[in-house]
């Protein structure tokens, strides 16, 4: 920010949004699409931790196969949407 003292305006806030950009790392990829995480998610679900059945795979791959997929409360919402947009016949 930079402010002269010819100019009237004040000074103008930076695109905070643009300053916070970043990919995501592949663990939130994967929490994203509803995947134990942490290790009260894995005790909730049954289910192992993330962590340990990533083990071995490469964090790129790991977003590869996160970024090719779709959640199953996303496709719930998706079939709700359709549903209730058909018309009574």
């Given at each position: 920010m930079s402010f002269n003292d010819d100019d009237?305006?004040?000074?103008r806030q930076p695109n905070t949004?643009?300053?916070r950009e970043?990919?995501?790392t592949p663990f939130?990829?994967?929490s994203a699409q509803t995947l134990p995480v942490t290790d009260l998610q894995a005790h909730r679900a049954q289910a192992p931790k993330l962590?340990?059945?990533l083990a071995g795979i490469k964090p790129s791959d790991v977003l590869k196969m996160a970024g090719n997929s779709m959640s199953v409360p996303c496709m719930g919402?998706?079939?709700?949407a359709a549903?209730?947009?058909l018309e009574a016949v």
């Open positions: 009237d305006e004040l000074p949004c643009q300053e970043r990919f995501m939130e990829a994967m962590e340990l059945a919402c998706v079939l709700l549903v209730c947009a």
